[in-house]
């Protein structure tokens, strides 16, 4: 079975630190993506990879950056916290590209706090 | 830009009886994905079933089963002999042929009584 793991579960941090949320597959996916879940929203696409050193904003990437060094790894930063990013953050990693009809496999997800 | 709505922010239904969500999509693309996720209170989100658009049959996976209607942009899922354990947020979702990204639903929290 393919395993998403996101390095932590609940994370509190202030305004205007630096944010790092870590994601590792262990499937060899090309493909990994952040996600912002909120309520009535659904999951919203923050920033996606296709490839190491490769990434491609989503639909609400302002505030947001990536990092993907290695094929295993999928970083989000947010660069400057702020109050309105408190929501639940989920990673998603698939098999690539082509494969069409293959799902994201998603980790537990991260609830993160700013205070 | 393609959307996925979820009209129907929370459903409850008795166990073992049968419930169906439902989900429309816009889109002007004539092949594409489908899919049902699921996801309980310990977050994790699991895969429920997938459909193919060009397949005209509607995909089953055990107890659940999908309602695929192309022309109308529906795609509903309907659990039948609902159990304690199929309480849980629903998320509908739709990926184009080019694969990579989905764009969900709202989700809608399916809430079982014994």
């Known amino acids: 079975d393919v395993k998403v793991t996101q390095s932590s579960r609940y994370l509190v941090k202030r305004t205007g630190e630096k944010v790092f949320l870590e994601c590792v597959q262990d499937m060899d996916h090309e493909n990994m993506f952040w996600y912002r879940q909120d309520p009535g929203l659904g999951l919203r696409l923050i920033y996606f990879?296709?490839?190491?050193?490769?990434?491609e904003k989503g639909d609400i990437p302002e505030g947001y950056s990536v990092s993907r060094e290695k094929k295993e790894r999928f970083s989000l930063i947010l660069e400057s916290a702020s109050t309105n990013q408190t929501s639940m953050y989920l990673c998603?990693?698939?098999?690539?590209?082509?494969?069409?009809?293959?799902?994201?496999?998603f980790g537990d997800g991260t609830r993160l706090s700013i205070l | 830009a393609q959307t996925v709505t979820q009209s129907q922010p929370e459903m409850s239904v008795q166990e073992a009886e049968t419930v169906t969500l439902s989900c429309t999509y816009d889109t002007s693309e004539s092949d594409y994905y489908l899919f049902w996720y699921k996801q309980p209170p310990s977050r994790q989100m699991i895969l429920v079933i997938r459909q193919e658009a060009y397949k005209q049959q509607n995909a089953t996976e055990n107890r659940f089963s999908v309602n695929f209607q192309k022309a109308a942009k529906s795609f509903s899922l309907k659990i039948s002999d609902s159990q304690l354990g199929d309480a849980a947020m629903y998320f509908c979702a739709y990926r184009n042929n080019q694969g990579g990204k989905l764009i969900f639903g709202q989700g809608t929290e399916l809430s079982v009584k014994p």
């Open positions: 990879s296709y490839d190491v050193k490769m990434k």
């Open positions: 998603a990693s698939s098999l690539f590209p082509g494969a069409r009809n293959q799902p994201q496999h």
